[in-house]
C-alpha cells in the first residue's frame, strides 16, 4: 500500500515544523512526511559540515593570491590543508562509524519506547568519544609534520606550511569525535533539528574567525594557514558545549542523566555494532589517502587541483549523506516497533530523493565546472585539475545515491558487518587498484586516479543492491 502524497499546504507546514525541531512519531502516519522531517534538517546540517571544508579552502586559497599582503606559498598552503584533510579522516571515519553504532541504538530504543535505554547508550557514546578522541589527539599532535611529511611525499614547502594548521586539526581532533557522536545521538532520536543548531554555532564562529585569523585583521595575529585550524576548532568546541547543553536540559526526546555512564551491556552492544561501522569508515577513508597520495606524486598543482575539487564535491555529496541518514534513522525506529515492512518502504522512497538530487549535482557539475572552480582559485595549472575532478567524478553519483543510501539502511538496521564487506571489495580491492593502474602503468595521470572513483562508486551500488534486496537486514538483533 503506498503512503499518501502530501498536499501542498500539509506539506508547507511539515517543513515549517522540521524547522522548529517539532518531535514526529516516524513509526506511524506518511512516510513522505516521516522522510521530510528527518531528511531537512539532516541535509542542512550535512551542508553546514561541509562548509568547514569549503570556507577552509576559499580563504587559504586567498593566501596564494597575495591577499591583506601576506606572503603566496605558491600552492603550498592549500596542499597542506588537503593533506591534513586526509589524516583528519581517518579521524572522521572513526567518528562517524561510532556515530553511526549509536544512531543504530539510539534509533531502536526510541522505535521500542524505551527512552532510558536510549539514554544509556548516549552515554556510552560520550564516554568512549572522549576516551578515543584523547588517544588519538595526543600522537597527532607530537608528530604533526612527521605525518604531513609523508602525506605529500616529504614536500619540504608544504610540510612547512602547514605543521601549524596540522597541529590545531589533528591534536584536537576529541573535539570532532564529541561532535558527531553527540549528533549521533540527535538523529537516531528523531531530533535533526538539535543537530544542526550546533553544527549553525560551530559554522558561525568559523565563518567570522577564519579570515581575521588568517590574515591577521583587527586585533588578531596574521597565523597564515595555522588560523584556519585555530578558528574551526574554535567553531567545533563551543558547539560541542552547546551540544553537552543540550542534552541535558534541552527538549530532545533524549536526556542524559549523568552525562557520563559506564554500563558493560550496552557498552558491549556499541562496540560490537561500531566494529562494523568504523572499519567501513576507515577503509572508505584509508581508500581517499592513497588516492590523494597517487595525485601528489604528479606535483603541487594536481594534489592542490584536487583538493578544491574534492572539496566543492563534498559540498554537494554531504547533504545526499544527510538525506540517507534519515533512512537509517527510520529503519532503527520502525524495526524497534516491529515494522519491518515500512521499514523498507521508507528505504526506497529515501533512495529515489537522493537520487534525484545528485543527478541534478551531476548535471551542475557536468555543465559548469570551470565557472564553479573560479570562485575558489584562480592559479590557471589548479583550476585545470579541479575541473577534471569535478566532471569526472560526479559522472557517478547518481549510482552513488542508492548505495549510500542502501549502505546507511543496513547500518541503521544493525548489520554493520555487511556494509563493512562491501566497502572492503570495491574500495580497497577494486578502487585502489585500478587508480594505480590507470595512473602510472597506463599513463592517464591524476585522471586515471578520478576515473577509479566513480567505477568503484557504481560497482558498490550493484552490489548494495543486491545485498539489501535478500533482506536478511530485517533479522538483526540490536
Not at 527512552?115 to 604533526?144: D, E, H, K
Request: net charge neutral.
Amino acid at each position: 500500500m503506498t503512503e499518501p502524497i502530501l498536499a501542498p499546504r500539509s506539506l508547507w507546514q511539515h517543513v515549517v515544523g522540521s524547522l522548529r525541531g517539532e518531535q514526529h512519531d516516524y513509526t506511524r502516519g506518511s512516510l513522505p512526511a516521516a522522510i521530510l522531517l528527518l531528511a531537512i534538517p539532516m541535509v542542512l546540517e550535512m551542508a553546514l559540515e561541509s562548509t568547514f571544508a569549503l570556507v577552509d579552502i576559499w580563504w587559504v586559497n586567498r593566501i596564494d593570491d597575495g591577499w591583506f599582503g601576506i606572503a603566496p606559498t605558491g600552492g603550498a598552503a592549500v596542499a597542506a590543508v588537503g593533506a591534513t584533510e586526509g589524516l583528519l579522516s581517518l579521524v572522521y571515519a572513526v567518528a562517524f562509524g561510532l556515530g553511526m553504532a549509536v544512531t543504530a541504538m539510539v534509533a531502536r530504543r526510541v522505535g521500542e519506547g524505551d527512552l532510558p535505554g536510549a539514554a544509556i547508550a548516549g552515554s556510552q557514546a560520550i564516554g568512549l568519544g572522549l576516551v578515543l578522541g584523547i588517544g588519538l589527539g595526543v600522537p597527532c599532535l607530537l608528530w604533526a609534520p612527521e605525518l604531513l611529511s609523508l602525506m605529500t611525499d616529504a614536500n619540504p614547502n608544504t610540510v612547512a606550511a602547514g605543521t601549524g594548521y596540522a597541529r590545531w586539526m589533528l591534536g584536537a581532533n576529541v573535539i570532532v569525535t564529541l561532535l558527531f557522536l553527540q549528533n549521533a545521538i540527535f538523529r537516531g532520536a528523531g531530533d535533526p533539528m538539535l543537530a544542526l543548531k550546533t553544527l549553525a554555532v560551530a559554522n558561525g564562529i568559523n565563518l567570522v574567525l577564519d579570515p581575521m585569523l588568517i590574515f591577521g585583521l583587527g586585533p588578531f595575529p596574521q597565523l597564515g594557514v595555522t588560523g584556519a585550524g585555530v578558528a574551526t576548532c574554535t567553531g567545533r568546541a563551543i558547539a560541542v558545549l552547546y551540544q553537552f547543553w543540550l542534552l541535558r536540559r534541552g527538549r530532545g526526546r533524549v536526556r542524559l542523566q549523568p552525562l557520563l555512564r559506564f554500563d558493560a551491556g550496552p557498552m558491549w552492544t556499541l562496540l560490537r555494532l561500531s566494529a562494523g561501522t568504523v572499519g567501513q569508515f576507515l577503509i572508505a577513508t584509508t581508500s581517499w589517502i592513497f588516492l590523494m597520495a597517487f595525485v601528489n606524486r604528479f606535483g603541487e598543482a594536481a594534489g592542490a587541483g584536487y583538493t578544491t575539487g574534492i572539496r566543492i564535491l563534498i559540498f554537494a555529496l554531504l547533504p545526499a549523506w544527510g538525506l540517507s541518514n534519515a533512512a537509517a534513522t527510520l529503519v532503527g525506529q520502525n524495526l524497534g516497533a516491529g515494522q519491518p515492512d515500512r521499514a523498507e518502504r521508507a528505504v526506497w522512497l529515501t533512495a529515489a530523493y537522493d537520487v534525484a538530487f545528485l543527478a541534478c549535482v551531476t548535471l551542475v557539475m557536468e555543465a559548469w565546472p570551470r565557472e564553479i572552480v573560479q570562485v575558489f582559485v584562480g592559479d590557471a595549472a589548479v583550476q585545470g585539475h579541479a575541473i577534471d575532478a569535478l566532471r569526472i567524478i560526479a559522472s557517478g553519483y547518481v549510482f552513488y545515491a542508492w548505495g549510500m543510501v542502501a549502505v546507511q539502511a543496513l547500518n541503521g538496521a544493525g548489520d554493520t558487518r555487511t556494509s563493512t564487506w562491501l566497502h572492503f571489495w570495491f574500495f580497497w580491492l577494486l578502487e585502489l587498484p585500478l587508480a594505480w593502474l590507470l595512473a602510472f602503468p597506463l599513463g592517464l595521470g591524476p585522471v586515471g586516479v578520478f576515473w577509479s572513483i566513480p567505477l568503484a562508486e557504481t560497482s558498490f551500488a550493484i552490489g548494495a543492491f543486491v545485498v539489501f534486496r535478500r533482506g536478511r537486514w530485517k533479522t538483526v538483533q540490536v
